[in-house]
């Protein structure tokens, strides 16, 4: 059965996120968003010709107002009617949601939050137990809509190498509050191997085709460093030097709306 867990899901839906972002920049100058919430579908045009470069059904997971701090479910939402299609069909999410513990799915009405940051990993979570390709942030007149985008037009235009796994890897530590070991091991799977450990901490190794991406866990989870060591090329009959790239520790925490909306003019 599908979890709620965040660890779960943060990082490959983090990287699909990237995916949708990088075909719609590549696809068209600009583009926007539009929504039939009703209908339970979002679709992405270029303005100008409107052409439609890909549409999904979704979900809407909630909607978080920045003016109040308060965000609500969807499915608790009054402005949303049941039988409107972005909220149908949710309901073995909440009771997978209470088995859990998250009673707060349950919740009637507005949750007050100082941040959108926990909406953000419910709606991780909650797409990540639909098996939908990424979540999507639409905001309009001052609300945030946080959507549960089921397809993308070739998902396997995800093509996982030693650096997007880094690049990864690094925003999703700096953008959730999860324990990093769990999620790294959740996207990339068992590590290759392990290289020194104490009571204080661990370093793993994932092998890539490129290299190794090695990471150093504190005894709780967290990331305490990470670099990509790749072979240097050398002249035929030596053996290969490996470099080692540090992932900077400190990054700017771009939200998701700005990703998804960074080439847009």
């Not at 699909?16 to 039939?36: I, K, P």
């Not at 007149?141 to 946080?146: A, C, Q």
Request: glycine share 10%.
């Amino acid at each position: 059965m599908p979890s709620l867990k965040l660890e779960d899901h943060a990082l490959r839906l983090l990287e699909n996120e990237q995916t949708a972002l990088a075909f719609l920049n590549r696809t068209a100058h600009s583009w926007v968003w539009e929504l039939d919430l009703p209908g339970g579908e979002i679709l992405f045009r270029e303005p100008g010709t409107g052409r439609i470069l890909f549409s999904s059904p979704m979900k809407l997971i909630g909607t978080y107002d920045q003016q109040s701090g308060s965000f609500n479910f969807g499915w608790a939402d009054p402005a949303i009617p049941e039988d409107w299609k972005c909220v149908t069909g949710l309901g073995r999410l909440r009771v997978t949601a209470r088995g859990a513990g998250l009673e707060v799915f349950d919740s009637k009405g507005p949750i007050t939050l100082s941040t959108p940051t926990q909406a953000q990993s419910w709606a991780i979570a909650s797409a990540g137990y639909l098996k939908a390709f990424f979540v999507f942030e639409a905001r309009q007149n001052g609300k945030t809509l946080f959507l549960s985008v089921a397809l993308f037009p070739d998902a396997g235009l995800v093509e996982r190498d030693l650096h997007i796994s880094q690049h990864v890897i690094q925003e999703g530590k700096l953008r959730f509050s999860m324990n990093h070991r769990q999620a790294v091991e959740a996207y990339l799977g068992k590590a290759s191997g392990a290289a020194g450990s104490n009571l204080a901490d661990e370093t793993f190794f994932w092998r890539f085709q490129e290299g190794l991406l090695r990471i150093q866990f504190a005894h709780h989870g967290q990331i305490l460093s990470m670099s990509a060591e790749v072979p240097q090329l050398q002249e035929v009959g030596t053996i290969p030097q490996m470099e080692t790239a540090e992932a900077p520790e400190q990054a700017s925490k771009p939200g998701f709306l700005v990703r998804i909306f960074g080439k847009r003019r």
